[in-house]
Nanobody
Framework: QVRLVESGGGLVQAGGSLRLSCAASGINFKIHPMSWYRQAPGKQRDLVARITSSGSSTYLDSVKGRFTISRDNARNMLYLHMNSLKPEDTAVYYC?????????WGRGTQVTVSS
């Protein structure tokens, strides 16, 4: 059973930083690309960052230079380091992976950035 559990969200002032974590189980973590998505109230869920099994990463344009995705294959952990946070980064952040074409999601962690 695939399980993804996010943590690390919270309330932070604009310009601040947070590190999100995602603990993965039930998958061969090291071979799977992993992603962070976010969804603000009333908006669609957007891909924020993705990291391949080899460590290559891609980012949503609006977070480039501020967010860094990373993974620890030995610990089955995915991270999102978020710096210079802006109020528009406020959303629920979700960890995601796919196995055999089927998507798996965590329950999400709330990030709120105050101005």
């Amino acid at each position: 059973q695939v399980r993804l559990v996010e943590s690390g969200g919270g309330l932070v002032q604009a310009g601040g930083s947070l590190r999100l974590s995602c603990a993965a189980s039930g998958i061969n973590f090291k071979i799977h690309p992993m992603s962070w998505y976010r969804q603000a109230p009333g908006k669609q869920r957007d891909l924020v960052a993705r990291i391949t099994s080899s460590g290559s990463s891609t980012y949503l344009d609006s977070v480039k230079g501020r967010f860094t995705i990373s993974r620890d294959n030995a610990r089955n952990m995915l991270y999102l380091h978020m710096n210079s946070l802006k109020p528009e980064d406020t959303a629920v952040y979700y960890c995601n992976t796919n196995r055999a074409g089927y998507p798996f999601w965590g329950r999400g962690t709330q990030v709120t950035v105050s101005s």
